[in-house]
């Protein structure tokens, strides 16, 4: 079974009982559900400021995928990017992007660049219940 990666604003959605909250339930049951220290960084300070330890706790837990930064990878990503028109796909994005292309992982994200990037990097994306 393909392993998913949640993107930051999913989890943020999850943490304030958003409508992505069964989905993630599910794949933390499965379990699919892996993380990486680019989303880590981006949520883990906070909630460590917050005293949120459960949360903190919840995500460590996960299984870690390792992000080894491919920086030509990366050049070459935001230059396909830019080729098809998207020119704001941010660093962190792309990361991500490139750890589920070296890992076979489906990206689990509400942001509409990476429908976008979908397509010109032939990734698969989580399938949210409708």
């Given amino acids: 079974m ?26 933390l049951e499965q379990p699919r559900l892996v993380t990486n220290d680019v989303v880590l960084a981006e949520l883990l300070p906070i909630i460590i ?3 949120k330890e459960a949360l903190a706790d919840l ?8 992000v080894f930064v491919n920086w030509n990878g990366l050049i070459d990503a935001q230059q396909k990017c830019l080729k098809n028109g998207y020119n704001k796909i941010g660093l962190l994005d792309l990361m991500i992007l490139q750890t589920s292309i070296e890992h076979s992982l489906e990206i689990f994200s509400v942001d509409k660049h990476f429908q976008a990037i979908a397509k010109i990097f032939k990734i698969k994306l989580f399938k949210q219940q409708a």
């Fill in 59 to 66: 995500l460590n837990a996960l299984e870690r995928i390792p």
């Fill in 2 to 27: 393909v392993k998913v990666l949640v993107d930051t604003n999913v989890w943020i959605d999850f943490f304030k009982h958003g409508k992505h909250v069964n989905e993630i339930r599910s794949l």
């Fill in 49 to 51: 400021h917050d005293k």
